[in-house]
């Protein structure tokens, strides 16, 4: 029964392993389909209907190389497997769902759970079981002494060695954690980039929408200064008209031309309060 559980345990390890290594390869065939087909213009590349798969794809690159440099060195120390199975299946649904849909969502919220059990996952390996694994690396024994050199007695020189060994230690988990902070801080600046472009495009759209009401505001305001010079016009004829009519001497000669004098004035009169009407509309 024992033999068959150290089996299992290799077998489910081997696994692992190979599952993480499949889905580094199925992500890079993933980009290069997507990189084919995206123009080599950047300007034209965030028009592109392949612009959100190309953000995802990245999103995912970085999240794999975060997870590499967390776990790879111990998985090739023999020391263990790539542990967070569940990561993997993650990054499957989210490389399926790029490769299946023409119109994804943003990267942020297609990566959200990805990016939740992934850190978790590296936040508790690097805390639990890395101090465990570093004992087991090549070069230090359970103690904490290097391999190699023999004990010497008296309480300095074993405090001097183990001080050397526990300032070591630090320094590599301080390297490891600003690649990581480098690796992130590299995908958020080409995000932002990203957004700032579309915002300037915005802005560049919308002061164009600007200058064509400006324009149009201009062309009305040279129509109202023409209906209103117009209307003045009718106004002194219609005043021409109303003097006339009232200047001119009784008679037959009046009884005559009142009639045209009066249909003269109705024009003028409809003339004038159609003008009126038309700078009200406008």
Known sequence: MEGVCKRMDLVCQRMLNQGFLKVERYHNLCQKQVKAQLPRRESERRNHSLARHADILAAVETRLSLLNMT??????????CFIPGKVI???????????????PQRAHEVLQELRDI??????????KIVPILKRKLPGSD???????????PGPSAALTTMQLFSKQN???QEVTKLQQQVKTNGAGVTVLRREISELRTKVQEQQKQLQDQDQKLLEQTQIIGEQNARLAELERKLR?????????PS???QNEESPRKRK????????LRKSKRLRNRK
Do not use: H, Q
Not at 142 to 152: A, D, E, F, K, Y
Not at 240 to 248: C, F, K, L, Q, R
């Open 251 to 253: 008679g037959s000669g």
């Open 89 to 103: 299946d993650e990054i499957y649904r989210v490389l399926r769902y790029v490769n299946s849909t023409r119109a």
């Open 142 to 152: 359970v103690s904490g002494r290097l391999m190699g050199s023999p004990p010497v």
């Open 264 to 271: 003269k004035a109705a024009e003028a009169i409809d003339s």
């Open 170 to 172: 630090p320094s590599r």
């Open 71 to 80: 776990f790879m060195k111990y998985v090739d120390s023999n020391l263990c």
């Open 118 to 127: 992934s850190s978790m996952a590296m936040e508790y390996f690097d805390e």
């Open 240 to 248: 021409e008209v109303m003097e006339s009519a009232v200047g001119t």
